[in-house]
């Protein structure tokens, strides 16, 4: 009812950011409840693949036990780059920023982004009770799981069948999570550009908030 739920694991990912929102590490304070779940059900694709009934998600395998949901495919869609996957907003400050403190915490913050640890970027903008960028936190990977799902369900994407590092760089671990398949990388990165999208029109919203402080300050 829970780990093969999109539903129910979006609403996760909502508490997560939620909690990361006010402070409060999100995927330790739900570890007790992923954990549990999610990680045998990776295992249970990974007998599977050993057994070669992974090429796509069909009834059959299905029926055989093989799963949308599991630990590294939320890792992969949900968790690259960091919780509220961080990594999107660290892009587009590369990409649209016009302030220099926030292009000097999305350098500091781009090779541990990398390796998914975004403290640098979570503490440092902050993201932490900010009321504008506290949206795409949650929004992007909410929107971001459900694409991956997606992408799996249509089998554009083959199942995830293998335990990866948790800090295992973004697109590699798309392509190792799969099993080596390169549409498994592709699929990452698509769910990398969704996530710069979501993010880049509040990082402008944000930047002009931050100007009209700075003005006032003068």
Known sequence: IIGDNIVAVMFM?????????????????????????????????????????????????????????????????????????????????????????????????????????????????????????????ILAPVACIFVGWLLITINFCPPIVIEVPWTMPPILQGFLATGGSIIGAISQIIVIALSVVIYTPFLLVYERYQNKQAAAAE
């Open 13 to 137: 990912y909502v508490l997560i950011s939620l909690f990361w929102l006010v402070g409060i590490h999100g995927n330790n304070m739900l570890s007790a409840v992923k954990e549990p779940i999610f990680r045998p059900m990776l295992y249970a694709n990974t007998a599977l693949y050993t057994e070669g009934k992974t090429i796509a998600l069909t009834p059959e395998i299905k029926a055989h036990g093989m799963y949308t949901m599991n630990l590294t495919m939320m890792q992969m869609f949900a968790e690259f780059g960091g919780s509220g996957i961080t990594l999107g907003l660290v892009i587009a400050i590369f990409i649209f920023s016009k302030r220099e403190d926030n292009r000097a915490i999305a350098t500091l913050s781009i090779v541990p982004g990398l390796f998914n640890i975004n403290e640098t970027v979570t503490f440092g903008i902050p993201l932490v009770l900010n009321p504008i960028l506290g949206i795409p936190f």
